[in-house]
């Protein structure tokens, strides 16, 4: 088997994509399924993010080379008394490369994904696995499926089991810290619009400067603002699997990020020679990386200073936490908190967004006031 990263002389439906995944065989002939797969799960389906495409191809790679070379052919899913064909390739990662269960359940994720397409175009008769009743907070995503009748799942049964750990969160006094070490200004914005919204890092460095406006001469006056984050709107927006979302922000909190770009953005965006649409640039005046990896190395290097072990994804579970504290102990009428904060981060599921009650009920009862009060103090302050 041969796994491939496709040039930008491919082009499906009008649109080049380099860097997409493509499975041959030792003949160097294309294996058609696989391929199908890929266009159908990587571009048409569920998944709208490159970031995806190297996972997905090594998984369906090593997976085929893997039958290929125990003489197995993958349509054989009706193999009576004998192991699955995924229970076997799960034994070969787990216990002849020593993969982490992790890891392997990754693959076999993608692999599953692979059968229930195969299953769809008429290419197998039926899965080559099937569901057990697990029990406990360990078997979530997209392969687990909550029982109405309680806490149980219907799980994948050729799955490792993983203990899932909870997110990490920054403390407030964690992120006075990290403020306070934050000398450059547009550095501290950009943690500040990651610790009042959950914004992904991808999300961030795409943020338009279309969407700050002033408030006050905008005739606004509501608490919280709702912004329509929208990749199709020509602002330059991106978002998970390109997927629309509204989101909200404080009114305090939208004229500090319009001060930003009116007295200290300038400093950048002269030195582009064309005009940017995105509001964070950096020291050369050009928008941060699709995939926002640079805002990780500053944030990792702001936590260095403050002494404290930080990256971008932990700002949006601090986000999560002392916003779903603060909304349970500030009840709104119709207001669910578990459903807002869902809504804010853009989990497609809501038992994404669970994992954060866990937290909560882990934090002491005096650990938390009212969130986003407390971050615009501390703009204050600083």
């Known amino acids: 088997m041969e796994l491939l990263r496709a040039t930008k002389d491919l082009v499906i439906d009008g649109h080049p ?163 306070a070490v934050a000398e450059n200004p547009h550095h501290r914005m950009m943690m500040r619009l990651a610790l009042h919204t959950g914004l992904r890092r991808e999300e961030i460095a795409a943020f338009p400067l279309a969407y700050v406006f002033d408030p006050d001469r905008a005739g606004r006056t509501e608490r919280n603002l709702r912004i329509r984050l929208d990749p199709f709107d020509g602002s330059g927006m991106a978002t998970k699997g390109r997927k629309s979302r509204n989101i909200y922000v404080s009114r305090l909190f939208m004229a500090e990020l319009y001060r930003y770009t009116t007295k200290v953005r300038g400093e950048r965006a002269w030195l582009s020679k064309s005009s940017p649409q995105a509001l964070f640039l950096n020291q050369s005046g050009k928008p941060y990386g699709d995939d926002g990896k640079s805002l990780n190395r500053i944030i990792s290097r702001i936590g260095k200073r403050a002494g404290i072990k930080v990256h971008t994804h932990m700002l949006r579970h601090s986000y999560a936490t002392h916003t779903l504290v603060s909304l349970q102990r500030n009840p709104s009428n119709g207001l669910d908190p578990l459903v807002f904060v869902q809504r804010q981060l853009g989990h497609s599921s809501i038992q994404t967004t669970m994992v954060y009650l866990h937290l909560v009920n882990e934090m002491a009862d005096e650990a938390v006031l009212a969130y986003d009060d407390e971050l615009n103090a501390l703009a204050g302050a600083a």
């Not at 693959?107 to 057990?132: D, Q, S």
């Not at 203990?163 to 403390?171: D, V």
Request: charged share 25%; aromatic share 14%.
């Open 17 to 179: 994509y380099p860097g997409f995944p493509i499975l041959l065989w030792d003949s160097m002939e294309s294996c058609i399924p696989v391929n199908q797969f890929f266009r159908h799960y990587l571009l048409r389906g569920e998944i709208g993010s490159k970031r995806s495409w190297p996972s997905t191809g090594r998984a369906l790679y090593d997976f085929f080379s893997f039958l290929q070379a125990h003489e197995l052919d993958w349509r054989d899913v009706d193999r009576g008394e004998t192991k699955s064909l995924l229970a076997a390739y799960r034994g070969y990662c787990l216990e002849t490369c020593e993969l982490a269960p992790k890891t392997t359940r990754q693959r076999l994720t993608y692999i599953c994904k692979f059968y229930k397409y195969a299953l769809k175009e008429g290419w197998v008769k039926r899965l080559p696995f099937t569901y057990e009743e697990r029990t406990g907070r360990r078997e979530t995503g997209f392969l687990a499926h909550v029982d109405a009748s309680g806490g149980k799942t219907m799980a994948n049964d050729v799955m490792p089991r993983v203990h899932k750990t909870l997110p990490k969160f920054l403390s407030m006094a964690e992120i006075k810290s990290l403020l």
